[in-house]
């Protein structure tokens, strides 16, 4: 298209305006189409994970139990009447309660003679049943010498054929569940003695090597304590710092390449803090390995840089003139700060301090490096006992070979998007309550 000509007014109803107006459109038009296309796919993808994530993960919520009628024989456990209280408890926690299920289960099936498939009638309970019937008889020391129906974890196999991610239909030696275990499982059926509950052992337990009863509460603790030691350092360190850059710093060449260099550092990859950590506080300080105390003081240095530009951008955002006003009252200039300037850019700084802080809830790298990554069963109790957290333990289950532990994965990041949602959505309204429009 040939230029307009500069030396007269231009004809806005000539033809070549016409022409490059329709273009102008047409390009526009194209973009716009871009653009939603570009929202449609990521929102498809975006669907489509959280679909996949939540159809596996409410499995995981769910857990297959069989009703049992347990003779709770006082040959096998004692009699309470006649041992004493301690005495009663120190013989069952001895007992070997498979003895029981053993006992119901050749009075349920008097044709199984075989002991190998004995043995395989007692593999499809779960081994937290021994301790879920150590549970009833200590907690009523009564039943003893009763029959009781109760209802006892399957294991892990026969809980998949019931959630039918094992194919039944398959060869027999191309699956874990052979036949003579489906044709009890189909006994107990029949009888309505298998049923699917809520599994509340998922949120009270630590992990362990069976699916059915692993748990992400030890992680749950793990991840709450070094968040804890997190805040406690990145907070205020964080907070002070942007303080002194923002109004008392001097601007020269050294806080130039402070910040600069505090910019950087929010864009280092959270690996390269998880070696710091694994050089200074394990190599250097020969603190406790696995520990929340170490994972704190990790992720607290990976969380000072964003708690620092979000602090100095909510106090560079509060007017000058609150400044001017509380010096001209004859405020010092640690008064200005503490008492004016610091309480209006509160709302900005908790905002970008839940949002640090959801960043090193969801960090995974940095606490492998430090041997976070240990496999512990026990719920931690202090900021120097082992434990292990939420995202760790995710990476655990999905790298176990078991099906159960795909479910069990995909219900612990539901957890997690939940408590991650949870703290933005708490950053978001704190800022829409609390901040001012100047």
């Known amino acids: 298209m040939s230029e307009l000509p500069m030396n007269r007014p231009t004809n806005w109803q000539s033809p070549e305006i016409a022409l490059r107006t329709k273009r102008r459109y047409r390009k526009e038009k194209i973009f716009h189409a871009l653009g939603f296309s570009a929202v449609v796919i990521a929102g498809f993808f975006l669907v489509s994970l959280l679909g996949k994530i939540i159809s596996d993960g409410s499995e995981g919520f769910i857990q297959t139990s069989i009703d049992v009628d347990i003779p709770f024989s006082s040959s096998i456990l004692g009699?309470?009447?006649?041992?004493?209280?301690a005495e009663f408890e120190k013989q069952i926690r001895q007992v070997n309660m498979l003895l029981l299920i053993q006992g119901a289960m050749n009075d349920y099936f008097p044709e199984v003679t075989k002991r190998k498939e004995k043995r395989q009638i007692l593999r499809m309970f779960s081994t937290g049943a021994r301790e879920q019937l150590r549970?009833?008889?200590?907690?009523?020391?009564?039943?003893?010498?009763?029959?009781?129906?109760?209802?006892?974890?399957?294991?892990d196999d026969i809980d998949q054929v019931i959630k039918g991610n094992i194919d039944i239909s398959l060869p027999e030696n191309n699956r874990k569940v052979k036949d003579v275990e489906i044709a009890w499982l189909t006994k107990f059926e029949t009888e309505d003695r298998v049923s699917r509950n809520f599994h509340t052992r998922f949120f009270t337990s630590g992990d362990s090597r069976e699916p059915e009863l692993a748990g992400i509460w030890g992680a749950t603790v793990g991840s709450a304590l070094t968040l804890l030691v997190t805040l406690t350092i990145a907070f205020p360190?964080?907070?002070?710092?942007?303080?002194y850059l923002e109004e008392f710093a001097p601007k020269n060449r050294f806080t130039d390449i402070l910040e600069i260099n505090i910019n950087n550092l929010a864009a280092v990859p959270s690996i390269v803090f998880g070696l710091l950590g694994l050089a200074v506080f394990l190599g250097v300080m020969n603190?406790?390995?696995?520990a929340?105390?170490?994972?704190?003081?990790?992720?607290?240095?990976?969380?000072?840089?964003?708690?620092?530009?979000?602090?100095?951008?909510?106090i560079k955002a509060v007017p000058p003139s609150i400044r001017d006003a509380a010096r001209g009252l004859g405020a010092s200039p640690m008064q200005v700060v503490f008492h004016h300037v610091l309480p209006l850019a509160m709302p900005g700084i908790l905002t970008g301090t839940i949002i640090g802080m959801a960043q090193a809830l969801g960090e995974t790298a940095p606490l492998l490096m430090i041997g976070m990554v240990a496999f512990i069963v026990d719920i931690p109790g202090s900021v120097t006992?082992?434990?292990?957290?939420?995202?760790?333990?995710?990476?655990?289950?999905?790298?176990?070979?078991?099906?159960?532990?795909?479910?069990?994965?995909?219900?612990?990041?539901?957890?997690?998007?939940?408590?991650?949602?949870?703290?933005?959505?708490?950053?978001?309204?704190l800022r829409q309550k609390f901040e001012r429009q100047w």
């Open 135 to 155: 549970n009833i008889i200590l907690s009523n020391p009564a039943v003893v010498g009763s029959t009781q129906r109760v209802r006892l974890l399957a294991s």
């Open 287 to 290: 603190l406790p390995r696995s």
């Open 292 to 314: 929340p105390l170490v994972g704190g003081l990790t992720l607290a240095l990976m969380t000072l840089p964003t708690i620092i530009i979000a602090s100095r951008a909510a």
């Open 237 to 243: 360190v964080g907070v002070l710092t942007a303080i």
């Open 79 to 85: 009699d309470p009447r006649e041992l004493g209280a």
């Open 385 to 429: 006992d082992a434990a292990t957290a939420l995202p760790v333990q995710i990476f655990l289950w999905a790298d176990s070979p078991e099906r159960a532990f795909t479910e069990k994965t995909s219900a612990a990041i539901m957890v997690l998007l939940a408590f991650l949602i949870t703290m933005n959505g708490v950053a978001i309204w």
